[in-house]
């Protein structure tokens, strides 16, 4: 697996190997993935690296803090994110069935997603990481089940792992950062397009600062985004990222949503009463049937 499971199309490595080598009987660990995506902040990574330009010895050196911003913005930052600079409740964007799913379905994978922050501070770009299940359940002759359910974990609240977290910049307010040229795509595995407008009726304020690349979030607000990974189809190792912002007042939400919005609220309610009181904290509840309880097919 590759950062947030897709880097450099590790996944596809493995689903090649299951559909050369896997027998009709034989099992795959993993078993499932996960993807969660999350709004953080990276105050302490923003001090260290973008606004040491606005004084440099003495030296107010701010004009390189922008093209220091603009750079940060075309690629993904792979580092810790701590639980603490996490903005809301994870938002699970996708769950793969790695016994099942094809090349396809992880050539573009794609979601809106809204949460309510539940943490005021400095909104600097969105975390993603995933997590696998190792379902090693199975039942003997009698019935008896053994074996148990392992999962690895690549959250913010899990110890630290090779692979880290993935968090995709804002990039510049009100402004899109453009994909790279072709010459550079060509060696680099990920990059990032970023459409950071502001919706129009948004009570979020940018900051003031020049060249500003976050937003202040206040408790309760509501946000939204839709966060977007391409595989290239020249260079299958290559993955873009797009995020957008989405207004929460004028853009479709998913069904059922997180967020604390009246209307999310009473239908998430209303699906809740017809699964006989589940929730949808995880993948598996957002691809649940609402007539009949079951999960879609993965």
């Known amino acids: 697996m590759g950062f947030y499971l897709l880097h450099e199309s590790m996944l596809n490595s493995v689903l090649v190997a299951r ?8 099992t795959i660990f993993p078993s499932e993935a996960r993807i969660y995506a999350c709004p953080c902040s990276l105050d302490d990574l923003y001090r260290e690296q973008l606004d040491f330009w606005d ?3 003495g030296f107010n050196m701010s004009a390189v803090r922008s093209s220091a911003l603009d750079e940060k ?11 603490e600079h996490l903005l809301a409740k994870p938002a699970c964007i996708k769950t793969l069935n790695l016994r099942w799913v094809d090349a396809e379905e992880i050539a573009n994978i794609a979601e809106n997603v809204f949460v309510s922050i539940t943490k005021a501070g400095s909104y600097h770009g969105i975390c993603v990481w995933f997590e696998c299940d190792f379902d090693g359940i199975d039942y ?7 074996g148990k359910l ?5 959250s913010p609240s899990s110890e630290p792992t090779h692979w880290k977290q993935t968090v995709v910049l804002l990039g510049k307010i009100g402004m899109v950062t453009n994909e790279k040229s072709q010459s550079e795509s060509d060696t680099e595995s990920t990059n ?3 459409t950071v407008q502001l ?4 009570q979020t304020v940018p900051t ?7 937003m202040k979030l206040e408790e309760d607000e509501v946000i939204g985004w839709r966060l977007e990974f391409v595989q290239s189809s020249g260079n299958l190792r290559h993955y873009t990222i797009t995020l957008q912002m989405l207004d929460p007042e004028t853009d479709e939400h998913p069904e059922p949503c997180l967020c604390s919005m009246p209307r999310c609220l009473i239908i998430a309610k209303f699906i809740e009463n017809e699964l006989e009181g589940k929730t949808f904290s995880d993948c598996s509840d957002r691809n649940a049937n609402p007539a009949t309880g079951a999960a879609k097919e993965k």
């Open 73 to 83: 913005a075309k690629k993904p930052e792979v580092c810790i994110v701590k639980p």
């Open 192 to 194: 990032v397009k970023n």
């Open 150 to 154: 392992v999962t690895l974990s690549t």
């Open 55 to 57: 004084d440099v010895y």
């Open 199 to 202: 919706p129009a009726n948004s």
């Open 140 to 146: 003997d002759e009698e019935g008896e089940e053994f």
């Open 19 to 26: 559909d050369r080598f896997l027998s009709e009987e034989g």
């Open 208 to 214: 003031t600062r020049a060249n500003s690349s976050y």
